[in-house]
């Protein structure tokens, strides 16, 4: 099964508004990265925190990690229309043979001018 | 530029024929990695190398093949005996394996003729 589940699947908001995407995920892991994907377009990877980190900022995102409900939070402030995509979580399982790099589906963000 | 190059974008595929996708990479990466991406749903591995010469199965292995002569270059042959090929492929590179951010190409549709 998925080790990283997104939560929720689309989320549609306003410009200026702030964007919260959530990630569950079953096993223990080493980290956790976050990736956008614009439609059509590969993967491009926004930033990566590791078991022992509770919360990493990069610009306008903010990730938190809590290894003991095993989620992820992906926060993106002050939204902007060119925000729109696709976000992914992806988690490297310490359980996993060859620690796997596994992805979530994903939660579809719409940001509306 | 450093990055991906995968190509064609767009490739179709008669009944019983094998196609070849490319994937190079000019980032020195050691790792390369082949996943399938279906509509609204997340990326699943086909199979993944961290040293010219040698490479392993993914979860999706069955009706693909690959080859990893140069550290360059990691093809993906979508054989006959895959059956439901139809979907988005992409491929990515990382530095020494895993639980490194991985840097993907833009993808390759592929569509049944």
């Known amino acids: 099964s998925q080790q990283g589940e997104e939560d929720p699947q689309a989320l549609s908001i306003q410009e200026g508004e702030n964007a919260t995407m959530n990630c569950s995920y079953k096993t223990s892991i080493n980290n956790l990265q976050w990736y956008r994907q614009n439609s059509g377009r590969g993967l491009v990877h926004l930033i990566l925190?590791?078991?022992?980190?509770r919360e990493k900022h990069s610009g306008r995102l903010r990730v938190t990690l809590d290894t003991s409900k095993k989620s992820s939070s992906l926060l993106i402030t002050a939204s902007r229309a060119a925000d729109t995509a696709s976000y992914f979580c992806a988690t490297d399982g310490r359980e996993t043979s060859g620690s796997r790099l596994t992805f979530g589906e994903g939660t579809q963000l719409t940001v509306n001018p | 530029d450093g990055g991906i190059t995968q190509s064609p974008k767009y490739l179709f595929r008669k009944e019983g024929q094998n196609v070849t996708l490319s994937c190079e990479q000019n980032l020195n990466h050691d790792a390369m990695y082949w996943y399938r991406q279906d509509p609204g749903q997340g990326l699943r591995l086909i199979y993944y190398s961290q040293i010219v010469n040698d490479f392993q199965k993914g979860d999706i292995a069955e009706g693909y093949s690959v080859s990893r002569e140069k550290k360059e270059s990691f093809p993906l042959t979508v054989t006959s005996a895959q059956k439901n090929p139809t979907a988005f492929y992409l491929c990515?590179?990382?530095?020494?394996?895993?639980?490194?951010?991985?840097?993907f190409g833009d993808g390759t549709r592929l569509s049944i003729l």
């Open positions: 990515a590179s990382s530095i020494m394996g895993w639980r490194q951010p991985q840097h």
């Open positions: 925190i590791r078991s022992n980190e």
